[in-house]
């Protein structure tokens, strides 16, 4: 036992001399019950009008801020929808224009003059195709925009088709009229 414990039972009666009166404890306690409890004092920020400003501005700020969100991801979304529906159809179409233009370049029944005439009016087509790819980046309706595109690569097709169709007629024909011996 340390010093302390063997003070507090030496002294322990000196200690018990002073006993708490229960009754006047309790007299005490029930005076405080019956009294109106004190409202704490509250200061109310919403009553003063610098805080109703600033609320109302930091309000402000934040629904302009979401609005903002919401049309940039929108647009950023639909953008990216005609990107890639774009992407998806050039390379499909381009794939087969440059296979049916080397078909026409390479055809021996055609004159220099005609290959060169024939893909000049290709190369319209194209100026055609730049113009509404810059329409579609506007952002301009974009299904019509898609569709031109689509009419414009089905054009260049259906020429070079129609070219190659003729120039295979045409050398059935010679062939027929061959001798065979």
Do not use: C
């Not at 790819?133 to 070079?160: G, H, M, T």
């Amino acid at each position: 036992m340390d010093d302390f414990e063997k003070s507090i039972k030496e002294n322990r009666l000196l200690f018990d001399e002073h006993k708490a009166d229960r009754s006047k404890l309790w007299a005490n306690i029930e005076s405080k019950l019956d009294e109106p409890e004190a409202k704490p004092k509250v200061i109310k920020l919403w009553q003063k009008p610098i805080f109703r400003v600033a609320a109302t501005i930091i309000i402000a700020l934040g629904l302009f801020s979401l609005v903002n969100t919401i049309n940039t991801n929108g647009g950023d979304q639909q953008n990216g929808f005609a990107n890639q529906e774009l992407n998806d159809i050039d390379a499909h179409y381009k794939g087969l224009v440059a296979y049916q233009v080397k078909l026409v370049d390479k055809n021996t029944q055609l004159s220099p003059k005609e290959k060169k005439q024939f893909l000049s009016f290709i190369d319209e087509l194209d100026v055609e195709y730049e113009a509404l790819k810059i329409e579609l980046n506007k952002n301009l309706d974009s299904e019509i925009i898609l569709e031109a595109i689509v009419i414009n690569y089905k054009k260049r097709i259906e020429l070079i088709e129609n070219l190659l169709k003729q120039i295979n007629s045409s050398k059935k024909i010679d062939d027929e009229e061959a001798y065979t011996l």
